[in-house]
């Protein structure tokens, strides 16, 4: 017997607001939005989803899980989500081949560099 997997759950301050965000950062869409929890994916019938649920307590460490992006171009998809309200962080990487950020809320997440 084996598993599926149907989403990633998010906590968040304002659910709606960052999910929006992620949307927009990876061209998915809401597909369900409700008082206690918003869901993303590429499209409808797509798994998996991201779920935002509310919470009141504040983010306080460097994330466990975190998700990786890799562009086509990594210099101007991290422009791109700079410009969106993301911003670079440091969590001790280093020097690395790819880019730390934070979503509105202080999520990390990485950048990766194109693939060869």
């Given amino acids: 017997m084996t ?9 968040a301050h304002d659910p709606a607001r960052l999910a929006r965000w992620w949307a927009e950062a990876l061209g998915y869409q809401v597909v369900n939005e409700r008082p206690n929890e918003v869901e993303i994916r590429q499209s409808a019938d797509r798994l998996p989803g991201i779920v935002f ?4 307590e504040p983010k306080e460490t460097k ?3 975190h998700i990786d992006l890799r562009p086509s171009d ?12 993301a911003r670079h962080v440091d969590i001790g990487q280093g ?11 202080g999520n990390e997440f990485c950048v990766l560099r194109q693939r060869s």
């Fill in 3 to 11: 598993s599926v997997w149907e989403n990633l759950t998010v906590d």
């Fill in 53 to 56: 649920v509310p919470v009141t």
């Fill in 63 to 65: 994330n466990r899980l």
């Fill in 74 to 85: 990594q210099e101007a998809e991290v422009e791109r989500l700079v410009d969106m309200g």
């Fill in 95 to 105: 020097d690395v081949g790819w880019t730390v950020l934070a979503d509105p809320e």
